[in-house]
Structure formats: structure tokens, C-alpha cells
């Protein structure tokens, strides 16, 4: 992860990735492997070579564990940009769904220069700055922000703030700091939820990120690079949706929010408002600031919400067992298929209901349980919506012929 306190220091080429090129394009070939969780990631395509890990305890002022990458080199043909990280925490991968912005309405704007401030009075209050151990800088805890949903303490932001911490505080705007403990965790899905003995607490009101679309004007407050003084807020647009975050903790992110509002280690965690200060996201993670500005990216809320009620009322996820990625024209056309919208399974773990039910590596999923699939992260919220002992029918595509088959979800095994 970059230290943003100064400029960062130029740093030699990664020895396990390509070195890019002077257009940033990385040359030559690479390989891939199937992610060893299944369901909780999506196989990028084209493939990409992981970079490996560093640790950031040494770094002054960034988040352990953030999620930041380098944005350096574009396919242009399919719509890929690839992003690694130079000496940082991740790799990343980013696609869109499709080949260009959809647009039926006009833009959401925040209309005044006041409404920003209307925004902060009204959100603000319910808006928290997290400390993880002894603090960013010590080499043993972290910085990051955390929103209010309910009025008896609970709390929620990413689980890359407060995953292996023995020690979490919030310190909310009016100056009172809580102990908080951790109630669940999702690393697959990057949430957490905190609670804190308060009750009477301000809220912020969750918003309808399905509803969003390029251009739409948002807000990100939080507490960027844990400055003193209070949190940070930015303001710029929705400049991509549908996004797919691939990190090598071995987690892939679906259909996230990008933003050109600056968000920085230590917003982790924090909310992405609307013009009415309504959240549409959860800002998660950036790309490097040394290989590109403006780059960041939200889990979108109505993606979080069923995840955050599980969390939040320690129910078990539903698991089916596949591991899934996105079609599109390309890939559809290279995998010789028969449509080009779906979850394309690509692979299928050994035991699960899906095997049961004899889903199979090649399929394309596009119906469970009466809802139509149109991407990875269709499947992935509706197994959300189902509880552990449900039975379920899942329509594929194989081969160009239907076929409808019976799983009984079971709880989503330990990471």
C-alpha cells in the first residue's frame, strides 16, 4: 500500500508480474487459477496472475489489510482494465459487465454547494472513525470508518477493518468513544458488523444502489488517513457500475460501485450517500494513487443488505458451491455458448448441493428458484436470500438446451 503522507518513492517492478510497458500494458501471456473458495469469488476473465501479498504493518497512516491496487494497463477490446499492486496489499481486477454505460434518466445531482452541508448535518452523527488495536502507525492495528443502522448500537463496515482484531473503538463525531465487539463477518463478501452498548443512537437511512447509474453525484465521508480533526468528505459521481473487484486474499467483489470521489486508506468501511445522503455503497477499496487518480470502488447496498441482516442476527448463509463468472458477447463467443447473459460456472467443489443436484463446470446458470440470473451477482444475492435446508430449482443452460435441477442449500461452510 502507498504511504499518501508524502509523495510515493518510485519502486522496482514486482518480480512475480509482468513489467508493464511504457503504455502500461502488460505483455505477454498469463495464467490463471480457479479461486479455492467457491461461490465466495468469480474467476476473472481474461485470466490474470495473482500478485503476492505484502504486509503494511510498517506503513504510517494506511489501513492493514486495505484494498489498494495499481491501476496500470486496459484492453480495450474486452473491456478489461487490470489493476496489481506495485509493492502494495492486492491485486485487482476490475470488468465491466458490459461494453458500455447504461443511461435511461438524468443525473442525480446535488444541486447547491449547501446541499453537501445538508448532507454531512444529516448523515454525519451516524457516521464512525474505527481503531483496530493501537492504531495506524504501530504496527499492530489500523484505521478505518463504520456507519450506524440501528439505534442500539449496531454498526457496519468492511471486514478487512476489523478482521484478527482483539481491540476495536468508534469514536463518533461529537467526541464519545466506545469499545465495540465484532457480531459477524462475510471476508467473501468484505463486510463486518460491529455492535457498541449505546442505544438512542443516530442512523443513516440505506439507500437503493440498483437504482443508481453513471453520472448519478454521490458523497464519501469518512476517516481518511485516520487525520486528526474529524472525518473527510469528498464529493464526485458514479463513474462505473457493475464492476468486478478481484483481490488475492481470495475474495472476489461483484458488481461494485466506481467513483471518482476521492476515497483514501482509512475510508474502508465508510458509506457512499446519494444527493438525498442516502447510502449506495460501501467504500472498499482504490487503485494506487501512483498509477492512477479517482479510482475507487463501493460494495453496492442493496448487494449488502440481506449479508448485513445475516450478519447482524447470526443467521447461516445459504451455500450452493459453485464458483461463477460473468459472460459477456466475447467470452460467450470464445466459450461457444448459446447466450451471453447467466453465471458461467466454472467450477464446481465436490459435495456441495450443486454437485447433488449435478450442476456442472460449462453451465450457465440464468434461474434459481424462479428469479431470473442475469450475472454472478444475481446468483450470489438470491442463495443470499434463502436460508440453510432450503430447496431450490436451478434452471441452466447446457450446451444450448434447459435444464432444470433440484438443491437443497446448506450452510455456507467456514472460510
Do not use: C
Amino acid at each position: 500500500m502507498t504511504d499518501l503522507t508524502r509523495p510515493p518513492e518510485p519502486t522496482g517492478p514486482d518480480p512475480t508480474t509482468p513489467e508493464p510497458t511504457a503504455h502500461g500494458a502488460a505483455p505477454g501471456s498469463v495464467s490463471w487459477q480457479l479461486p479455492s473458495r467457491a461461490e465466495s469469488a468469480v474467476a476473472p476473465w481474461p485470466p490474470s496472475t495473482p500478485v503476492a501479498r505484502n504486509s503494511s504493518s510498517r506503513l504510517r497512516h494506511t489501513l492493514t489489510g486495505a484494498l489498494v491496487g495499481g491501476l496500470v494497463g486496459a484492453l480495450a477490446a474486452g473491456g478489461l482494465v487490470l489493476a496489481f499492486a506495485d509493492g502494495g496489499d492486492t491485486t485487482t481486477v476490475v470488468q465491466p459487465a458490459s461494453g458500455q454505460a447504461i443511461v435511461t434518466r438524468p443525473s442525480t445531482e446535488i444541486s447547491r454547494t449547501g446541499d453537501v452541508a445538508a448532507i454531512i448535518q444529516k448523515d454525519e452523527p451516524a457516521i464512525v472513525a474505527i481503531t483496530t488495536g493501537d492504531g495506524p502507525g504501530s504496527g499492530n492495528g489500523g484505521a478505518g470508518t463504520g456507519f450506524v443502522i440501528t439505534e442500539d448500537g449496531y454498526i457496519v463496515t468492511n471486514n478487512h477493518v476489523a478482521e484478527n482484531a482483539t481491540k476495536i473503538e468508534v469514536a463518533f463525531t461529537n467526541g464519545e468513544i466506545e469499545p465495540a465487539k465484532i457480531v459477524g463477518t462475510d471476508p467473501s463478501a468484505d463486510l463486518a458488523v460491529l455492535k457498541v452498548d449505546r442505544t438512542g443512537l443516530p442512523t443513516v437511512e440505506l439507500g437503493d444502489s440498483d437504482a443508481v447509474q453513471v453520472g448519478d453525484e454521490v458523497v464519501a465521508i469518512g476517516n481518511a488517513l485516520a487525520l486528526e480533526g474529524g472525518l473527510s468528505v469528498t464529493r464526485g459521481i458514479i463513474s462505473g457500475t457493475d464492476r468486478i473487484v478481484d483481490t488475492d486474499v481470495g475474495s472476489t467483489l461483484l458488481g461494485m460501485l466506481q467513483t471518482d470521489a476521492a476515497i483514501n486508506p482509512g475510508n474502508s468501511g465508510g458509506p457512499l450517500l446519494d444527493s438525498q445522503g442516502r447510502v449506495l455503497g460501501i467504500n472498499t477499496a482504490i487503485a494506487n494513487p501512483a498509477s492512477a487518480q479517482n479510482v475507487g470502488f463501493a460494495i453496492p447496498i442493496s448487494r449488502a443488505k440481506p449479508i448485513i441482516e445475516d450478519l447482524r442476527l447470526g443467521r447461516a448463509a445459504a451455500f450452493l458451491g459453485v464458483s461463477t463468472r460473468n459472460l459477456t458477447p466475447a467470452s460467450a463467443r470464445e466459450l461457444d455458448l448459446a447466450i451471453d447473459r447467466g453465471a458461467y460456472v466454472a467450477e464446481v467443489t465436490a459435495g456441495t448441493p450443486a454437485d447433488d443436484a449435478g450442476i456442472q463446470q460449462g453451465d450457465v446458470i440464468v434461474e434459481i428458484g424462479g428469479k431470473e440470473i442475469e450475472d454472478s451477482g444475481d446468483m450470489q444475492t438470491t442463495i443470499r436470500e434463502h436460508r440453510p435446508g432450503d430447496k431450490v430449482t436451478v434452471v441452466v443452460d447446457r450446451k444450448g438446451e434447459r435444464k432444470t435441477l433440484d438443491a437443497t442449500l446448506t450452510e455456507r461452510p467456514e472460510a
